[in-house]
């Protein structure tokens, strides 16, 4: 992923060194449990706890070029680290990864990645969940329209919409702590996941040592469906930051100005025209979303490996691994602190409320009427029509409000008096429920 | 969906008659509350139910064309429903829906019509778990060769493939299961959300009757992340068809002759060449997965709907609603008998894990050298050696056999005799783990 | 695809009728050619033509069961055609696809399909480039504010909207041209592609008979990134449907009203909110956009068969070649008459455009006081500060629009009269270059 | 992208130093015109070239952090590098830009690579094109049986498998010159693409001396159904890399044999097993086609942007604009060594191409047959029986050969001997249109 978009400590995940610490971990929890069972001689995981430890937590670049430079030979990644690793252990290198295959280090070493990844994200997502129970409870009731198919439709509150959003997030969260379980295991059961020359007691071990469940049957891998599992997860939690975002372009909008994306001292919006302030966060993290739900479809192709593992998964996984992780994490937390900083501006939300001459007020009109004794048809219609004739004159000098339309209509006034049909059309009435569902959401 | 891929019971829950079922049983479920709660006469609600009921049951396809013919004026499929079903109701048809908008119906009853395909997309995971439970305790020890990247690697056991893949499909049980729960949720509440003209009490009601739950917050629709997250666990499901079918390709291969597709009496493979028996099912069941999988994509962009909601979401849903669970349906039953019938061949399996002249018990051998004094470098030296050696002369008159090459290297003879190496080279050691992971996989 | 979204030209290009009539036209023509070439006797091909030809003609619904029912026992398509047409030619029908391979006629057949089908998309672009036109010529001159991220940015023309569009979908419509071009291609090459049984000169006249070009090497089907590249053609042009959509249902808002869609009569916009007049259209034109977008991807897939071919393509063109063609033959349409039909509202476009009290002029002023002397920086400040101030106090009692704001700083009224900067302000400035770019793109 | 899938070629054309150069002779010669145009005065652009010139070929890592460190001030991009141009030209400076926006630049220099990263990619195709040349002119005559489901078919040549991969490769040579062509386009046409500022001459002038067409009509960007249709592209082409690879995957399978990647000296093939030789080119080369095919769809969806324009694709393009450039470049040029370098094993083609007893022939005998006066249902079903009878056997001790089968039966001999069974027999039959199809191919 490009600088740009990556934040340090997702990034520290999907470090060479990091992967090489977790593999070492591997490989001398390993051995000790082989050395316990008495596969190889006690002195040996000793040995290789002692040799490898300090030389795995001191290294840095210049070793991550020499593993490199080694690999260039072999042609083969573990088989590179595993001879960088013997030049510290010594004589007792050789009990190392003992009828292990690649395949157990690298993928147990990927379920170690991806948890701390979810981890990551979930704590990001509840960043995200923070910000918007904050500014939901804030704006519990701060009354704005609700619109539907961008069209004014009832008023609602300015918390209930973050109500909602948040409401998805926390779906979100516990999405990710499904997909984290998803592949959370640990495979060492050698070349074709027989345990020919393995014993399951050793994949036991570094289960339980690395907090991961064992897999219960492996082929050579890790089976992919729990990988496209997680990134199709990822994906889901992009589609929310997408929502949200669009959400905050909308609101930005030079006509609606109801919320606006902070503006920092000496941002310039635009090279060309000062006056602009572009909500540029949320129409960034659109493009982000883009990015994270396309990652999904590689690894969802990915589940087809041929027979008991084929390598295609590997050059997918190395790129969507720390990209898909490294831009969600980023698309979060900037989602997050945009929340956090929004300007809202309820005077806006008020004058846009009211800019429709009334009209959003008709379903409880309708309503009203037909308790009142109209059909539902005939309420229908002259609520339509006093609706449209409001509509159709918005702005001009010979409007007429919603409520005006209405009570020039006979079969109107013959069911309700001008003070009934206020009643009828008093906002509060739209907010009576809205304790109810913020106890639902936040509890 | 095409005909050739549908089954009835799928369609039949996508078909019009059953949504106009589900959609009266909603509103009659609500009116019997709003009736209870005194917001219509108590009247009205026995009046829907008795004048609505027998109709919807009886209703057929000219009912439905009456109704589309009414839509086609109305530009609305509710309205022209509640139209259709007022003729059969009175007067009292005016209390149907109130405070109520469109997608409270049409949601719910999506949310229905989920989760029963998700029932029978879970009962279809269970025939293919049930065929392949059966076929790999039957093969449980029936001798096979493992193959990564293609290659001959280990042996393993054909129940042993198996038991892999019914894990990977019980996975997928439990995350249909997941699936099925993320759309279970009922929304009636009003045209944003607000139960403006709606006691949420009503909501609760209908939920319970229908045994969904209440959506703890909704806009005018119900979230379409936990729509998303429902194909895109299809996607997944449908990855598991693609690979155990790649299997069975690879197994019916004419170099490989494993295992075979059962052929049908009167089947004919090919036009032009009667002798071809060709895994038609398999190959048709990996265009499937393609397709299934192409459908979570546009449900991953319905999550961002603008607002309390537009209708983007609507016409992809009443094409992947059918399509998407219609062919995942189809897909797995053919799976689920395709695995029952399957023809194996054990004979051939044993040929082929014959056929590279014992090499795929180098890693056997090469721990066994390790541990009678080797070096890890010196062993995997001698061994690939003689690997390659019996490799390049493989069918060649004056082929040897991998133990031949490995005993006429001195370094080898050395710590080894041939009696120890035919010990280490026994296949039965690669399979002294299957009872346990046959235990983990089928408890 | 569902009925909905079906329009009868396209869906017949894809009937069962119509496949097997260009079956027989494609052995019937092969045939002639045999005989010819002295393959068949020469009798053979006019009684395949003579018993065969009126046979298809007449065919209906019940030859097309028959076909159904005689392909559940051979299992198999062609062979079942051949068998039900055999029946109407007699002893000469055993002349028929001789050296031909089923997939000769399938895959020949799917590229007559296909052209079909991407003859009426180029005429259905054509219709929406025609409302396009037609539109932008209406209101070539009709000013409104262009945006940038949403917001506010400069005066541009309505027309000139439009006519981005028609670029956008007349580039579209030369990639159907060459997409249409890509699959129009005949292969009769025989089972595995080497003509071993055919001779290349029945490919060469079957070609240009059905107005299609040779396939230069084909396995046995024509290779499937042709079609994969018809399939992403659609997707991109589905973009454009999207794109244009998304402007209509923008320009809908509550909040903007400076277009609409056609209201019909009698159309009812919301089952409880009589006042509300939703941009359906756009907003189903949207969904129908994921759709075929999604499509693209088991399209693309299909590419890689295994060897000479597998059969996993064909369940995804039996889905996708029709519903993809099918959604985006209605989408287009209905973009077209949507567009043909928009209702536009200038003087609402002209309040828009006014709404921010000028500040939308930045760009020009900014050009004007650099070229009067001030330095850029000082410029971009002075500007930048009096849209500020106009921007933060719009609405307000104490509103100064941006000419005023900019009046009132010494250094802008230093180097420039309140009438330069009104000259400097003037939208006719915008407009200059529009005959220029509609020249361009209208020729 | 990673390192590792990173050719130094591509990755330039992605550096910082490229952008801000391509950004700088952008606005140099925009300049020059201007000041031809007399917008600005004479002296300006000359002092633009000669500050600026010097200072942008002479940048390096240091000048980036520094435009990066003034980014972080001004949050934009372009104003950010004209800053810190600026400071190399002096007073003059303030003559850049005007009546540009910053995406008249950043589009255009975005052109500027993806035509520079297409012509990397159509000259990577034709080393593809030209290893695969000479290798199927090399096996122009090697017999290798032709697969469909897998399943042998009938022989074909080696050759002829390659000219079907070349001529996907040449048809994709075609497709990138044409993507080429999508995005080869340069826009200078101001804030929201009217000109209000900038006159189109500068647009045209500095259009012709970067070789990019005018765009003929712009909002604030290029239209981004060109990028749509230029990585839809490289998906349609990532397939032929991924079809070709997945044929080398099937080669080499230790049951087929008969071709196989080049294995490096050193190399190791598993950590565990000494005797495997894996594809993982190839391998890894279907993942690479995967990521690839996955950037298609972000790339899709950006083609709706808001009015105007929004910046959402921004973010898709900074990652992908790379990444699916850089990953494709290095699969087609792994793709060109694999194939120069592939090892084949024709003698073991020959193996396979017997090894089902000959009934891979029976196409030509159905033909035969059919000649000499049997009904083609007759013909079909003795061939069937014959194939069947050897296939059943094969390998075993009591086999018979296709040949023997046939003339076993009665029916057969009493229309063709044994010699006229021969001779319809014959693979010379099968490559007697070989050179057709070479000089339809190659020419």
Redesign the interface.
Known sequence: ??P??TRPAMAEIWSPEARYRIWFEIEALAAEKMAELGTIPAGAAAAIRAGGGPKVAAMGAADVARIDEIES????D??AF?TWLGEGIGED??YM??????SDVLDTCLAVQMTRAADLLIADVESVMSALKTRALEHKFTPT????????????TFG??L??HY??FS??RQ?LI?ARA?VATCALS????????VD?RVEEHVAAKLGLA?E?????VI????H??FF??L??VA??V??LS??V??L??????EAEEFF?K???????????????LS??L??????V??????A?????????????????E???G??ATI?LDFALMRLAGMMEKLTVYPERMD??LE??GG??H???V??AL?QAGM???GA??A??QA??A??LK??KPDAQR?RENLLVQPEVSAVMSGAELDAAMDPQ??????E??FA??FG
């Open positions: 992923m490009v740009r978009y030979v072999t042609r083969h573990v088989i595993l290198a050789r990864h003992q009828g292990l295959t690649s329209i609700g619109r539907s198919h961008g069209i004014h439709a009832e008023p609602t209930l919409k109500a909602n409401a998805e779906r979100n999405r499904a998803e050698g070349p074709i996941g027989t345990f020919a020359s399951p064992v219960p049957v492996s082929t050579q089976p992919r469906d729990r496209a599992a199709a997860t994906a889901v589609g929310a997408e929502r669009t959400e372009r909308h930005q909008r030079s006509e609606v100005r920092h000496g941002q310039k919006g635009s090279s060309a025209m000062p006056h602009k302030r572009n909500p540029v129409e960034n659109t493009g982000l979303a883009r990015l739900r396309g990652y999904a479809m590689p969802l192709e990915n589940i087809t490996l041929w027979h008991e593992r084929d390598i295609s998964h590997s050059s997918v190395r790129v969507i720390p990209d831009a004058e846009n800019g429709l009209v959003v008709s379903q409880k309708l309503l037909t059909s539902r048809e229908y219609s609520v339509q609706a449209m409001t509509w918005l702005g919603f009435r739209d907010f009576r429920h809205v109810t569902i639902r959401v």
